[in-house]
């Protein structure tokens, strides 16, 4: 098998490979960015005032680490409709940040009646805290961080495997 072939046969295992870093990244960045936006569109929402049904905590850990979440559940009427929510921000989710968690829990624990602001154009979407946190930014740069890896290994083994090696023929030999 010649070297080129070699090299060949070698990237069908690096590119699909780099496509998963590439993929899951890309994914992250645009899910976090998502989310932010969300959070902030959702300022400019309707409000309107709640009630807290429940407030739980749930758990999930592993041999290295322990992540947590706090669970919510309100109901809300608009319009003379009853709906239920439990999104806190759209950002918001199961992390290892207890700063995060402990604040939530402890207000939404005592609770009895919140502030939901509500989508007008699609009431039965919701959530209780809006704007920009920059926490958050910590999962746009975890996907970015993925996304240039894949990119960048892909690039550096695609040259390393494909590219011109042949010094020899830039040389010219007077005597």
């Not at 990244?25 to 929402?45: E, H, I």
């Not at 409709?81 to 829990?105: F, K, L, N």
Request: charged content about 15%; overall charge positive; proline content about 2%.
């Amino acid at each position: 098998m010649g070297r080129s072939r070699m090299n060949k046969s070698i990237l069908y295992i690096i590119v699909p490979l780099c496509s998963i870093f590439i993929t899951f990244g890309g994914w992250g960045m645009l899910t976090a960015l998502r989310d932010m936006l969300l959070g902030l569109q959702a300022r400019d929402w309707p409000q309107t005032t709640g009630r807290v049904l429940s407030v739980g905590s749930k758990s999930t850990s592993d041999i290295k680490t322990r992540s947590r979440e706090i669970r919510v559940r309100y109901a809300y009427s608009v319009g003379g409709h009853d709906y239920e929510g439990s999104t806190i921000h759209p950002a918001y989710g199961s992390s290892s940040i207890e700063q995060a968690h402990c604040g939530v829990e402890s207000l939404l624990r005592s609770a009895q009646q919140v502030r939901v602001y509500y989508d007008g154009s699609q009431p039965s979407r919701s959530t209780l805290s809006v704007g920009f946190y920059s926490g958050t930014l910590s999962t746009f740069f975890l996907g970015f961080l993925f996304f240039a890896a894949g990119i960048a290994f892909l690039l550096s083994f695609w040259f390393v495997l494909m590219g011109d090696w042949d010094f020899a023929r830039g040389i010219t030999v007077v005597r």
